[in-house]
DNA sequence: TATGAATGAGTGTTCATTCAT
DNA sequence: TATGAATGAACACTCATTCAT
């Protein structure tokens, strides 16, 4: 009768772990958000936590491709390049918006598949944003800053507002899930990086012709 | 033997929801580690609920405390204050390290209990934040900016690296429980209000004085 | 691949029922042990049941067939009869030590399957070892002793080491699967069958010329 | 409002386990019949296995026991003192039929707890009759046999009926429950002891005064 | 013959909660 | 204050079975 359960539970999943949380969700609120029968989740999945995996992996592949996408134009200066990652990252993050807020809520939990499983995504990422780091340091388009609390900072900015969704909507009343928000947000990105990362003849070249 | 059992179910509870998140833990697990009979919890607290309630109030308290304490120095001028309020909170945060990143988490869940505890304090900490950056716009100490998504770039700043503790660690060998990250990360919250925040005038003032 | 998956599948589940039990087993596990596809057991056996009875009617036709074979040498006189009987369902046990196992096992539980079509063989064999105490007695050769209690004695010492196979194995060191076994136990039969169902006149007279 | 949850637990449990097999039997049916919450089974006993273990216990417990008190008799001679020890074992089992059924089928299944559980017991349980028989031996009392065969037999004739007594009772008419079977039975284990393990001197001294 | 997808009922287990003591 | 016993609902998961292909 259903053309396919599989990606009907994963669309019901991501919907529901957003809103409740993965262990304040149980797979029978999936299966029944999906229209299939329970035993479905462990024949295509294994186990809850096989779902979990799968939702985990099918995120980081993706977001590890925009990054990379980003990362090929390094070519055309560091700063260039950190934009055009951050770009894509936004996008990325605005496009899967219940699935982001999910992943990135249940990676501060101290489980095991967060070690297991996205270790190897974040040591990835995280090489290619050093990458661009040091070239920028090296060109001294950058300041020289420590890459890894630039890390954290970038990081910071790219999640928070999909991460705690509910705040910035209901108390601050903008609206990730409206294009506007997109570029605005982008923009307040590229002052970070104008501001804070890029050295100051630099910065200021641009700032003053303006 | 316990002195306190009440402050015993807390203290172990913020431990318990720090590493397996509210909905993992039982309250069996924290009447254990608290060495106390599991009906304590009810008598305490009424609910399971009522024990995050109070979590949620504790620690929402002392924060708001801090911002106001910060706040009281506006009339230093809008930089430092927002200086004096980001040392507080980061303080704040170093010092309670679990319980900080178990509310950042939980706080990201759609439950009543955030929509219902928690926006009092959001809407007062909105209402201190927004003071300070108003005031620094119309002095045109600050640039004319957003107030609400600069608002989200300090909230980011803020609470990243203690969510996701776990990552700043053991990827970027980070660590936010030592001492020298609390001087080390406030420096770089400092960079962002001179850079991103501050208007170029009084950010170049101090920048070419050095 | 398989030449037979409907033999691979009595094969497969032959095993994992002795070892696990019928209710320990599940028709997943028996279907991956044989390689075959889990519908192929409800395509050869109608479903679980039918693969058990299927099991017990292999089982019982055999082990009858061996009775009956020996039944046929009565005219040899009662205790040689006896003897033949015995030793041709102990050769029988070891040679199916899994199957003999699990149906001895089974037969204990309180089930539709094993009345129904069980009592049938029990009926019959229980005709042939009345017959042969019957004979014995008759012609004095038996003690007049009673029929049932007989049988009785003379089931539980033949099923006794292959039930209990891991208990024999493990506590006693005697190996039900080793051919020493096979001819050692039985002449501990023949002793029980001398001097207890024979009568003393018959039994003294071998006794005494040795 | 029940005075003893446990001890329903057990009783209930006992009689379905007989009926039924361990696998064959959900923690809801024992329950059901206990007319006890299914979660007092974990509460009373962890998990449904933990329940196993305490019939296994008991049983053995009160089975090893029986053999204890008829072993120190041992005085008055092997003979007498196995005899005296036969007699309290089918006591002891037409006593607890239900559990002792259970516990029979049970053993002969290869799990962990049968191995763990069971194995000091049965080594327990092979000293005592070794002893006896080895006194048996040196005092020429008993035939030169081999001890772990006799075992074989001893449990053999011990345990049958009451494994099999749907077959017993059904087949041969013959029931276990009943005070006459329990006398009658012992007079054939009597009739093996003096037949099959005791000397010939000895037995026909006994038989020929008769 | 043989298979993968799918189902509904049932499994053992855990949960927060209640209550008499 | 503090506890052990007990409960009902919910949990993740497994089961034998069915069916279109």
Redesign the pocket.
């Known amino acids: 009768?259903?053309k396919?359960?599989?990606d009907a539970i994963v669309d019901s999943a991501i919907v529901l772990f957003n809103i409740k949380g993965f262990n304040g969700?149980?797979?029978?609120?999936i299966a029944n958000k999906a229209n299939?029968?329970?035993?479905?989740?462990?024949?295509?999945f294994?186990?809850?936590?096989g779902l979990l995996e799968y939702c985990y992996t099918t995120f980081f592949e993706s977001y590890l491709h925009e990054i990379e996408r980003g990362f090929n134009s390094l070519n055309k200066g560091p700063t260039e390049c950190l934009k055009e990652i951050t770009k894509n990252i936004i996008h990325f993050h605005c496009q899967n918006i219940h699935l982001t807020r999910f992943i990135l809520r249940e990676m501060s939990i101290d489980s095991q598949v967060v070690r297991e499983i996205m270790s190897t995504y974040f040591v990835k990422e995280r090489y290619y944003f050093k990458r661009v780091f040091e070239e920028g340091i090296q060109t001294k388009e950058y300041r020289p800053l420590s890459v890894n609390y630039m890390i954290i900072q970038l990081k910071s900015l790219l999640s928070m507002p999909f991460l705690n969704s509910y705040y910035v909507t209901e108390v601050l009343h903008v609206f990730p899930h409206e294009p506007y928000f997109e570029r605005k947000y982008l923009e307040e990105i590229y002052n970070w990086i104008d501001g804070v990362v890029c050295n100051m003849h630099f910065q200021n070249r641009d700032a003053l012709l303006v």
Do not use: L, P
């Open positions: 009768m259903r396919n359960s599989k969700t149980s797979i029978r609120d299939v029968n329970v035993a479905n989740i462990a024949y295509y294994q186990n809850k936590h």
